[in-house]
């Protein structure tokens, strides 16, 4: 996988997992449906523009299945699969889970990463135009 | 030929229920606490002929004065005041039968809503004869017209009142909401106007600043945040046009300056990239209206159009003082502007910004400048105020006022929030391109919120 589908599917897992911030407003002035090169992305990202188009701030697989229906049932799994190993929070979380655990270990001083989902969005961008 | 009013009404037989009207006036002689009651909806344009109008001036007059409402007071009355039509003992003999308790709410509402009836005919047809004269102005004419469907159509009794239970309930609903992420108020990419939630619906929001210090520059900035949202938005500039405020809107992201897109030969990657990025943002729902020739009515009545047709929420008014320019009591008009601009606001249930200057009768603003009248700081709920001093290099300002005096004024500006009502007062430095005549949060300048540049991604 390159970096670039990487961060794809981490910026399209971050929009699907709600938990606790509006990412959608970090991204909707960057990316747009264009830009994006993995079919299944291209839909699901399509999807939660037109979830926030009717005033829905809610874009989970399960609202989103809920209100398309039988139309994505080929894609509920692989939303599903994103949403749980590529939301942002999900893996910086776990990234300062790892690096508390290793300054444990081996005596380093612990250093978390204060990173946020707009470097990513960013670094996307920059991604898609060279 | 232009009609009588006499002949305009004898033309059309008006509703109405002489029974029914009957029936209210029995009930009210017979029970004199059903006036308080329903004093709110009680009024002698409920009855059709002058003779009931007077029997009920005559008993709403005796019950006011504290007597009883038996047939020789009420004949007494009659005879000392004028109700407007001579009354006999035998008028208040041959409706006292009619009662009616049961049905008297019904009988009432039934009134009104004839009588609603009656006065909007009546109106229209008057205002009918203003408009076919051709020395009346139409769009004036236009605008009372609707205020004055507005009055009839808003004297609903009590329709348009709440009970503390109605008022609690919808507050519970917004705050449900809001837990759920959806918001009533705009996001505009700025954290004075989003942390206070400045553009909510029924909110006038006034902007001002010095000339040439970036009102129009920070408005258009609003709009295509909000826009990029997806809720339309409409511009009303008297100053520039369209095309003008198009290309500020593009030049940041085409990293070229608004004059060169305008005016210059572009190379061609700066078409590539002028094409990419209008491509982005011509699907913005963005209208414009820049007519230097129109009024202020027309404007409020372009509002309307848009809102309804286009279901805009935000409207932006580009500039108070140039559209006064054409009255002769610039105050006066000032005043009346400011004043329909909150009121549009709250009728149409949208966010009005209103772009103002200043006297510059200091180096800093301050609300007490606010050009040409004291109504603009009564009607507005919020007034944010710009404050620039690098637009002026001859006053030699170095340093902002107060709040954020460490820090530099070079490309650089500071949002006064100097009213906000319910919200409070606050202030925040931000960021301004000079080159794109473009406003920022700080955070977004060229280095970023993740300050380890040469760092990569963690993960």
Not at chain 2, 26 to 42: E, G, P, Q, V
Request: aromatic share 8%.
């Amino acid at each position: 996988m390159s970096r670039r589908e990487y961060i794809e599917n981490i910026i399209i897992g971050t929009l699907l997992d709600y938990s606790g911030g509006d990412y959608y407003q970090d991204c909707k002035c960057s990316i747009t449906e264009d830009m994006i090169q993995d079919e299944t992305n291209k839909r699901i990202f399509h999807l939660i523009c037109d979830m926030r188009k009717k005033g829905k701030a809610m874009t989970t697989p399960l609202d989103l299945y809920q209100e398309y229906g039988f139309m994505i049932e080929d894609m509920v799994a692989d939303m599903c699969e994103k949403c749980n190993e590529y939301s942002f929070l999900h893996l910086k979380t776990e990234y300062n889970e790892n690096r508390f655990i290793q300054s444990l270990i081996t005596g380093e001083k612990y250093k978390r990463t204060d990173v946020q989902f707009t470097d990513y969005v960013n670094q996307y961008f920059k991604l898609s135009y060279e | 030929m232009n009609k009588t009013k006499t002949e305009i009404y004898e033309q059309v037989s008006q509703p109405h229920d002489t029974e029914t009207e009957r029936a209210v006036l029995s009930t009210l002689m017979r029970y004199n606490d059903k006036i308080a009651l329903y004093s709110d909806l009680l009024d002698a344009s409920l009855f059709y002929y002058d003779k009931e109008k007077a029997i009920f001036r005559t008993i709403f007059g005796v019950v006011e004065g504290g007597g009883i409402t038996d047939i020789n007071s009420l004949y007494n009355y009659s005879q000392s005041h004028d109700v407007g039509f001579e009354l006999f003992r035998n008028d208040f003999v041959e409706i006292v039968s009619n009662l009616n308790l049961t049905t008297l709410e019904q009988d009432i509402m039934r009134l009104r809503d004839m009588g609603r009836r009656r006065t909007s005919w009546r109106m229209l047809q008057e205002q009918s004869q203003r408009i076919l004269d051709m020395t009346n102005d139409f769009d004036e004419e236009m605008n009372v017209t609707m205020s004055m469907m507005n009055e009839v159509q808003g004297d609903c009794g009590n329709a348009g009142i709440s009970s503390q239970e109605d008022a609690v309930q919808e507050l519970v609903t917004i705050i449900k909401e809001n837990q759920q992420g959806k918001h009533n108020h705009l996001i505009t990419g700025f954290k004075l106007f989003d942390e206070h939630y400045l553009l909510r619906p029924d909110t006038l929001t006034v902007i001002a600043a010095f000339t040439s210090v970036g009102k129009s520059a920070l408005a258009m900035n609003i709009v295509q945040a909000v826009a990029s949202g997806g809720v339309p938005c409409a511009y009303y500039s008297l100053e520039m046009g369209k095309t003008e405020l198009v290309s500020r809107c593009i030049s940041m992201e085409a990293n070229m300056t608004a004059s060169t897109i305008m005016n210059k030969r572009l190379t061609k990657e700066q078409m590539e990239k002028v094409f990419e990025v209008t491509a982005k943002n011509k699907a913005l729902p963005i209208f414009y209206d820049d007519r230097s020739t129109v009024s202020f009515d027309k404007t409020l009545r372009s509002i309307r159009t848009m809102v309804k047709t286009k279901g805009v929420k935000l409207v932006v008014i580009d500039y108070l003082q140039i559209y006064a320019q054409t009255s002769d009591d610039a105050e006066q008009s000032i005043s009346y502007m400011a004043r329909s601009a909150k009121n549009i606001a709250k009728e149409l249930g949208i966010a009005v910004i209103l772009i103002s200057q200043l006297n510059r009768s200091a180096l800093h603003p301050s609300i007490k400048m606010l050009r040409g009248s004291g109504q603009i700081e009564e009607s507005a709920d919020n007034i944010v105020l710009i404050d620039r001093p690098d637009a002026y290099p001859d006053n030699k300002v170095t340093r902002y006022e107060g709040e954020f005096k460490d820090k530099s004024i070079k490309n650089t500006a500071k949002l006064i929030l100097a009213k906000g009502r319910g919200v409070g007062i606050g202030c925040a430095l931000v960021g301004f391109d000079g080159a794109h005549t473009r406003f920022m949060e700080l955070e977004h300048v060229e280095g970023g919120s993740y300050k380890e540049q040469d760092e990569p991604l963690p993960f």
